[in-house]
């Protein structure tokens, strides 16, 4: 089972940016898909974006426009750079990896390996 490393969180002002990292313990292949959610304090986890291995990406409505997902080449790493925070981003962000089928992308079910997350937390 792959292991999963997230870095990158901190405590910013809103309208500021951030770049989440999560690294991957040996190279993404098959079908894969390398996905971020998010948890905020009494509220469950939701999805917030996602890569699969055709490059294809997926963005929840709240962050489109403001997030943005990549990979490096070697498809060990993967990216989400968040600008323009807002207070509402405040949350745990967990990285997740799977072969999810399509539907399957957005939800938490569809990923079998996590990472510990690591918190963002914007203020006014």
């Known amino acids: 089972q792959v292991q999963l490393t997230e870095s990158g969180g901190g405590l910013v002002q809103a309208g500021d940016s951030l770049r989440l990292s999560c690294a991957l313990s040996?190279?993404?292949?098959?079908?894969?898909?390398m996905t971020w959610f998010r948890q905020a304090p009494g509220k469950e986890r939701e999805f917030v974006s996602a890569?699969?291995?055709?490059?294809?990406?997926y963005y929840a409505d709240p962050v489109k426009g403001r997030f943005t997902i990549s990979r490096d080449n070697a498809k060990t790493t993967v990216y989400l750079q968040m600008n323009n925070l807002k207070i509402e981003d405040t949350a745990v962000y967990f990285c997740?990896?799977?072969?999810?089928?399509?539907?399957?992308?957005?939800?938490?079910?569809?990923?079998?390996?996590w990472g510990q997350g690591t918190q963002v937390t914007v203020s006014s």
């Open positions: 040996r190279r993404a292949f098959d079908n894969y898909a």
């Open positions: 890569i699969r291995y055709n490059g294809y990406t």
């Open positions: 997740a990896f799977g072969n999810p089928i399509l539907r399957q992308i957005r939800t938490a079910q569809g990923y079998k390996s």
